[in-house]
């Protein structure tokens, strides 16, 4: 099933990083995402970013980004400078897992 956008069908994709930031490193962390976002936001394709920020003592933070297209986040990965823009944060991070999923359907709450 393909989700419907500006009147005909598309493959929007989320990515979704889940990443362990290292002790006492939360700061550092979110000031290298919030400059990278900023680069990110005029990339070709690129809908929008979340950070999640943990609500326990695990340092476990997500960040979420969804895509018009597979396309789109593929050609911006796969581009030179997708390594040296990211490299900044990682050394906040000392752990990464990293979720690609096709959006098939979404729900949006009851406008009022």
């Keep these: 099933m393909r989700t419907e956008q500006n009147g005909h069908q598309a493959d929007k994709l989320s990515v979704v ?3 362990h930031v290292v ?23 690129h ?3 979340r950070l999640g920020e ?7 933070w997500v960040i979420c980004s969804e895509w018009e297209s597979p396309e789109h986040f593929f050609a911006w990965q796969q581009g030179e400078d997708h ?12 752990q990464t897992q990293s979720l690609r999923f096709r959006i ?7 406008k009022p």
């Design 23 to 45: 002790e006492g490193g939360e700061q550092g962390f979110r000031d290298a995402y919030d400059r990278i976002r900023k680069s990110v936001a005029s990339v070709p394709g």
């Design 47 to 49: 809908i929008i970013d």
């Design 17 to 19: 990083y889940s990443v």
């Design 83 to 94: 390594r040296a823009l990211l490299e900044p944060l990682r050394v906040w991070v000392d």
């Design 54 to 60: 943990p609500i326990d003592d695990s340092r476990q």
């Design 104 to 110: 098939i359907q979404e729900t949006v709450g009851a």
